[in-house]
């Protein structure tokens, strides 16, 4: 721990709110990015371009934003949270050009703008999301990340199974093949598996870098899984009542496509009150950390009341 006072980025980020923080990020990131998918002659180029393309200059960055807050409330230095987060959106955009791709959910929008496959074509959208998911762990193995090994192999690992048999490949399967009739429960695994443990890696990432004690770990990833089910919760109410140009993509994907969403489980009304809930579990999670954590909760907030 106690890395914060040498980074003055964190000081100079002292109470500012969350949107200005967040464009200060989004700023941040994308120079990280375009750094590490450097634009590319010849045919390697069009991949370069695809990858450029899903991960630069879009996405609200609430991921990165986690990662950064919880890094900042356990002393870790910016410049180190933010190259994790470089690599959380790089996995993050991974996961939505496949679940764009027309054997997934087969969307021709998002973020405002056509999917990977529409824009490039499918060959070359498998190949981008490949390359992404990748470039996420060289980033975390990389000594600018941190100069201890034994910290770079224990994100390396999380974010491995993060991602896989028992984290974002098994949501993704779960929603592919819903159980009919799943219950509340079961909605809720696949809700948490398919966005909560990349939402909880975020927070993981940056006790990690904080080298924390474990009970303020648990603690954070206790808030990191209540915040993870309000923003998916959050996700499936604006399917049914936000609106496609503000949101970025196709709306009411859910009721055509007959999915098991928490909107259609709980009905809307029971959805938008349980979302309510997650987010203040969230605060009182929180309690703990006095106002250190208030971007932290001001993150829960946020998850639960968005338009995007
Ligand atoms: C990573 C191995 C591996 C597999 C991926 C395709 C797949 C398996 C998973 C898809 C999971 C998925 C698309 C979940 C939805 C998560 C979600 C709510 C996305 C929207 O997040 P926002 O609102 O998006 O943060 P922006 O555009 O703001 O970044």
């Known amino acids: 721990m106690g890395h914060?006072?040498?980074?003055?980025?964190?000081?100079?980020?002292?109470d500012i709110s969350l949107a200005a923080r967040l464009s200060t990020?989004?700023?941040?990131?994308?120079?990280?990015?375009?750094?590490?998918?450097?634009?590319?002659?010849?045919?390697?180029?069009?991949?370069?371009?695809?990858m450029r393309y899903a991960v630069i200059g879009g996405g609200k960055r609430?991921?990165?934003l986690l990662c950064v807050s919880v890094a900042e409330l356990v002393g870790a230095p910016y410049v180190q949270a933010l190259r994790v987060s470089a690599a959380i959106e790089c996995i993050h955009a991974q996961s939505l050009i496949h679940d764009d791709l027309p054997c997934m959910d087969d969307d021709d929008m998002r973020r405002g703008k056509p999917t990977v496959h529409r824009a490039f074509d499918e060959?070359?959208?498998?190949?981008?999301?490949?390359?992404?998911?990748?470039l996420a762990f060289e980033i975390l193995a990389d000594e600018a990340t941190h100069p201890d090994a034994v910290v770079r192999a224990t994100l390396v690992s999380a974010l491995a199974r993060t991602i896989g048999q028992n984290g974002l490949a098994a949501g993704q399967m779960l929603d592919l093949y819903p159980q009919v009739d799943a219950s509340r429960e079961q909605l809720l695994e696949c809700e948490m598996l398919k966005t909560g443990t990349l939402i909880r890696f975020a927070a993981?990432?940056?006790?990690?870098?904080?080298?924390?004690?474990?009970?303020?770990?648990?603690?954070?990833?206790r808030y990191a899984d209540l915040l993870g089910l309000a923003f998916q919760l959050r996700d499936d109410v604006l399917d049914r009542i936000g609106q496609a140009e503000v949101v970025g993509k196709r709306l009411n994907k859910d009721a055509d496509a007959g999915r098991q969403s928490a909107v259609q489980v709980l009905g809307l009304g029971e959805a938008q009150r349980q979302t309510e809930m997650f987010a203040k579990g969230c605060v009182q999670e929180l309690a703990g950390f006095g106002g250190k954590a208030r971007m932290l909760s001001d993150i829960a907030v946020f998850a639960a009341s968005r338009m995007h």
């Open 25 to 50: 990020l989004q700023r941040d990131l994308d120079v990280l990015l375009a750094e590490l998918i450097p634009d590319r002659a010849g045919p390697a180029g069009r991949l370069s371009e695809a």
């Open 62 to 64: 609430l991921r990165s």
């Open 4 to 14: 914060a006072e040498d980074d003055k980025t964190f000081t100079q980020w002292a």
């Open 204 to 221: 993981e990432a940056g006790s990690i870098l904080g080298q924390c004690d474990s009970s303020t770990r648990s603690r954070l990833l």
């Open 123 to 134: 060959a070359t959208a498998v190949l981008a999301g490949d390359a992404l998911l990748a």
